[in-house]
């Protein structure tokens, strides 16, 4: 199997989401102390940080922490699809969805391996629009299916004669 350019721009791309990602957790974890706080408010009330220990899938799916080495062996198993999907691929915009749900799928899993639960932290509750708490692997997953969605749209166009 050949490690393309494109490929290694896509590992890299999920490297410095799973950077983002454990950096800004350890910054809520330690740094803020948000564990022992609970909650700060950083643009009242619309932007909160707010400390909750997910143990279920995106949004508290399947939540109770029994699935929780089975959710970190799937994550772990998609993100090797991805990485081998990424060694195929010549596109660009599906490149750079790849290494963001790659990224965020494999931030999580992290959480999952080494709490049992993953931290989500970042609130936009206050808005009454959007009640779920998340963090960057969640925001990098969200964005990486929209552009998997968009370069699926583009690529299924007929090309021009």
Do not use: C
């Not at 330690?30 to 707010?50: D, K, M, Q, W």
Request: proline share 2%; net charge neutral.
């Amino acid at each position: 199997m050949k490690i393309t350019r494109l490929a290694v721009t896509a590992y890299v791309f999920a490297f410095l989401i799973i950077l983002l990602d454990q950096a800004t957790k350890a910054w809520v974890i330690s740094g803020l102390t948000l564990h022992e706080v609970g909650r700060v408010a950083v643009l009242p009330p619309i932007l909160n940080f707010s400390w909750v220990e997910n143990t279920g899938v995106s949004f508290g799916l399947f939540g109770g922490g029994e699935a929780r080495w089975g959710l970190a062996i799937f994550s772990i198993i998609v993100s090797a699809g991805l990485a081998w999907w990424a060694t195929q691929s010549n596109r660009r915009l599906l490149i750079t969805a790849i290494g963001f749900v790659m990224g965020g799928a494999l931030g999580n899993v992290i959480d999952r391996i080494r709490f049992g639960y993953v931290v989500d932290f970042i609130d936009f509750s206050g808005t009454g629009v959007f009640p779920w708490v998340f963090n960057v692997a969640d925001s990098a997953i969200t964005i990486g299916v929209i552009l998997l969605i968009l370069d699926s749209l583009m690529s299924d166009k007929p090309a021009k004669a």
